[in-house]
C-alpha cells in the first residue's frame, strides 16, 4: 500500500476528536477510543504525572492519561508529516496501527513513584506493559479492534523482546529517541501545568524536521538546535521542577518508607504492581510498619528539613558510598546512632539520606546534512560534547541529608566529609 493511500485510510478512520488542554483537538479512532476507555488505561488519570511535585507547583496535578494521550497524538501528528513528504516502503497500515497503539499504552506499567525505586530489582514499566498488553483480555481485545497486533505493541514498547522486524525497530527508535514524542509531551505538558516555561519546544517545527533514511529516524541538519533545546529544557525542568530540593525530600520519604518496609518483609515488590495513586496510599494504610508515617507526612505536606547539602562529589569516600542502596541505608544508620543519644524522640526512619541517580545529556540521532549525507547528532553538534553533559549532570546532583526541623547539631556532619 502507497503512503498516499496508508494516509487517506488514517484519516477516514479518525473520525472522533476529544480535546487537550495542551495540543487542543486530538483525534481518535472508534478502536483507540476502545482502548482508552479500557479499564487499565483509564487507571492512568488515577496517577499524577509528577508525583509530589504538586507541593512546590500545585497546579501540577496533570495524570499520566493526559500525557499517554499527548504522546499518541504527537505520534499521530509524526506519521502523518512523514507519510505526506516520505516514499520509503517501510510502512504498512497495521505496523502504524500498532505503533500508535504503543504510543497510547507506554506507560500503562507504570505505578505510583515508580521512578524512585529504580534501584530495587522491580519490573520496568515497560516489561510490565507488554504483560499487560499480551495477557490481559479486555486491553488485547481494544488493540486488535483497533487493527493492531498486540505481540506487536508489546514489542514496540518492550525493547527486551526479540523483534527482527525492521518496521517495528524504526517505531522503536522513535518512541525513545532524542527527540521523542514521550520527551516532547512531557517537557511541554510539564512546563504547562507548573507554570514555567523552560520546558516549552518548538514541536511542529521537529515533526517537519523528521524524515526516514536506511529505515531509521532521522533529523534534518537545519533542526540540529532542536536537539540542543531539548537538552537545555531536560536540564533546567530537572533544576527547577523534578529535582527541586522539597520535591526530593518528598521523594526520599517514600523511598525510606518503601525500602524500610521491604527490608522488615512487610511489603512484597509484586504489591506495588498495578496500584494508582488511591490503592497506593490505602496499601500505606493497611501495612504496621512504623516507617510508614514518613507516606503519610508527605500527602499531608509536612516534609523533613535539609540539614546538609553539597554537590555529589564521586571523590568523596561518603558520597561514593551513599550512592547504592545499601551503602546509603548504613550511613543513615551510622547518622541515626550518633544523633539518637542527643535526640530521644529521633526515630531511624526520619534520617533519610538522597543521592539523585545519575543522569546523562547524552544525544544520538542521525543527522541528514544539506549534502545528503548522513552523520550523527555526536558528530555534528558543538556544544554537547560529553564533557558538557557531565558538567550539567554535576551540577544538578546533591547529597542531601533531611532529618525533622528540631534536629540542630553540626557534630554528626564530620561524617559527611
Same mark, same amino acid.
Given at each position: 500500500?502507497?503512503?498516499?493511500?496508508?494516509?487517506?485510510?488514517?484519516?477516514?478512520?479518525?473520525?472522533?476528536?476529544?480535546?487537550?488542554?495542551?495540543?487542543?483537538?486530538?483525534?481518535?479512532?472508534?478502536?483507540?477510543?476502545?482502548?482508552?476507555?479500557?479499564?487499565?488505561?483509564?487507571?492512568?488519570?488515577?496517577?499524577?504525572?509528577?508525583?509530589?511535585?504538586?507541593?512546590?507547583?500545585?497546579?501540577?496535578?496533570? $495524570?499520566?492519561?493526559?500525557?499517554?494521550?499527548?504522546?499518541?497524538?504527537?505520534?499521530?501528528?509524526?506519521?502523518?508529516?512523514?507519510?505526506?513528504?516520505?516514499?520509503?516502503?517501510?510502512?504498512?497500515?497495521?505496523?502504524?496501527?500498532?505503533?500508535? %497503539?504503543? =504510543?497510547? /499504552?507506554?506507560?500503562?506499567?507504570?505505578?505510583?513513584? *515508580?521512578?524512585?525505586?529504580?534501584?530495587?530489582?522491580?519490573? $520496568?514499566? &515497560?516489561?510490565?506493559?507488554?504483560?499487560?498488553?499480551?495477557?490481559?483480555?479486555?486491553?488485547?481485545?481494544?488493540?486488535?479492534?483497533? !487493527? *493492531?497486533?498486540?505481540?506487536?505493541? =508489546?514489542?514496540?514498547?518492550?525493547? !527486551?523482546?526479540?523483534?527482527?522486524?525492521?518496521?517495528?525497530?524504526?517505531?522503536?527508535?522513535?518512541?525513545? !529517541?532524542?527527540?521523542?514524542?514521550?520527551?516532547?509531551?512531557?517537557?511541554?505538558?510539564?512546563?504547562?501545568?507548573?507554570?514555567? +516555561?523552560?520546558?516549552?519546544?518548538? @514541536?511542529?517545527?521537529?515533526?517537519?524536521? /523528521?524524515?526516514?533514511?536506511?529505515?531509521? +529516524?532521522?533529523?534534518?541538519?537545519? *533542526?540540529?538546535?532542536?536537539?540542543?533545546?531539548? #537538552?537545555?529544557?531536560?536540564?533546567?525542568?530537572?533544576?527547577?521542577?523534578?529535582?527541586?530540593?522539597?520535591?526530593?525530600?518528598?521523594?526520599?520519604?517514600?523511598?525510606?518508607? #518503601?525500602?524500610?518496609?521491604?527490608?522488615?518483609?512487610?511489603?512484597?515488590?509484586?504489591?506495588?504492581?498495578?496500584?494508582?495513586?488511591?490503592?497506593?496510599?490505602?496499601? %500505606?494504610?493497611?501495612?504496621?510498619?512504623? %516507617?510508614?508515617?514518613?507516606?503519610?507526612?508527605?500527602? &499531608?505536606?509536612?516534609?523533613?528539613? @535539609?540539614?546538609?547539602?553539597?554537590?555529589?562529589?564521586?571523590?568523596?569516600?561518603?558520597?561514593?558510598?551513599?550512592?547504592?542502596?545499601?551503602?546509603?541505608?548504613?550511613?543513615?544508620?551510622?547518622?541515626?546512632?550518633?544523633?539518637?543519644?542527643?535526640? +530521644?524522640?529521633?526515630?531511624?526512619?526520619?534520617?533519610?539520606?538522597?543521592?539523585?541517580?545519575?543522569?546523562?545529556?547524552?544525544?544520538?540521532? +542521525?543527522? /541528514?546534512?544539506?549534502?545528503?549525507?548522513?552523520?550523527?547528532? *555526536?558528530? &555534528?553538534?558543538?556544544?554537547?560534547?560529553?564533557? @558538557?553533559?557531565?558538567?550539567?549532570?554535576?551540577?544538578?546532583?546533591?547529597?542531601?541529608?533531611?532529618?525533622?526541623?528540631?534536629?540542630?547539631?553540626?557534630?554528626?556532619?564530620?561524617? /559527611?566529609?
Amino acid at each position: 500500500m502507497k503512503n498516499a493511500e496508508l494516509l487517506a485510510n488514517l484519516f477516514s478512520e479518525e473520525t472522533i476528536t476529544i480535546r487537550d488542554a495542551l495540543w487542543k483537538d486530538i483525534r481518535l479512532s472508534p478502536g483507540m477510543k476502545r482502548i482508552i476507555r479500557s479499564g487499565i488505561v483509564q487507571k492512568l488519570g488515577r496517577i499524577r504525572q509528577l508525583g509530589p511535585v504538586s507541593l512546590v507547583y500545585p497546579s501540577a496535578v496533570h $495524570t499520566r492519561l493526559g500525557h499517554s494521550l499527548g504522546v499518541y497524538h504527537l505520534s499521530n501528528e509524526i506519521i502523518i508529516s512523514l507519510l505526506s513528504r516520505e516514499d520509503s516502503n517501510l510502512f504498512t497500515e497495521e505496523g502504524i496501527h500498532a505503533f500508535l %497503539a504503543a =504510543a497510547l /499504552l507506554h506507560d500503562i506499567g507504570h505505578f505510583p513513584y *515508580a521512578h524512585s525505586l529504580k534501584e530495587l530489582s522491580l519490573k $520496568t514499566h &515497560e516489561e510490565l506493559a507488554a504483560e499487560l498488553i499480551t495477557q490481559e483480555g479486555e486491553l488485547k481485545d481494544a488493540i486488535v479492534s483497533s !487493527g *493492531a497486533d498486540p505481540s506487536v505493541v =508489546a514489542d514496540i514498547i518492550d525493547t !527486551g523482546r526479540t523483534s527482527e522486524n525492521a518496521e517495528t525497530a524504526f517505531y522503536r527508535a522513535l518512541l525513545s !529517541g532524542a527527540l521523542d514524542p514521550d520527551k516532547l509531551d512531557y517537557l511541554n505538558r510539564d512546563a504547562f501545568f507548573c507554570g514555567v +516555561p523552560y520546558g516549552f519546544q518548538d @514541536v511542529p517545527f521537529i515533526i517537519r524536521s /523528521l524524515c526516514v533514511r536506511e529505515e531509521k +529516524p532521522t533529523l534534518s541538519e537545519a *533542526a540540529i538546535s532542536s536537539v540542543e533545546h531539548v #537538552l537545555f529544557a531536560k536540564y533546567l525542568m530537572y533544576r527547577t521542577v523534578y529535582w527541586h530540593k522539597d520535591v526530593r525530600a518528598a521523594t526520599a520519604m517514600i523511598k525510606e518508607a #518503601l525500602l524500610s518496609a521491604l527490608r522488615d518483609g512487610d511489603l512484597q515488590e509484586g504489591d506495588l504492581y498495578g496500584l494508582d495513586d488511591n490503592s497506593f496510599f490505602r496499601l %500505606a494504610q493497611t501495612i504496621r510498619n512504623p %516507617a510508614f508515617a514518613l507516606l503519610c507526612n508527605v500527602g &499531608e505536606g509536612k516534609l523533613l528539613t @535539609v540539614k546538609e547539602e553539597h554537590p555529589f562529589d564521586e571523590n568523596n569516600p561518603f558520597d561514593l558510598n551513599a550512592s547504592s542502596m545499601e551503602g546509603r541505608m548504613r550511613a543513615e544508620d551510622d547518622l541515626f546512632r550518633v544523633l539518637s543519644p542527643r535526640y +530521644p524522640a529521633l526515630r531511624r526512619w526520619e534520617v533519610v539520606i538522597d543521592i539523585p541517580e545519575p543522569i546523562t545529556f547524552d544525544a544520538t540521532m +542521525p543527522i /541528514l546534512r544539506n549534502d545528503d549525507s548522513l552523520s550523527d547528532f *555526536a558528530t &555534528e553538534d558543538r556544544l554537547f560534547s560529553s564533557d @558538557v553533559g557531565r558538567t550539567f549532570s554535576s551540577c544538578l546532583r546533591f547529597t542531601r541529608v533531611y532529618l525533622p526541623s528540631y534536629v540542630d547539631d553540626n557534630k554528626w556532619q564530620n561524617l /559527611l566529609h
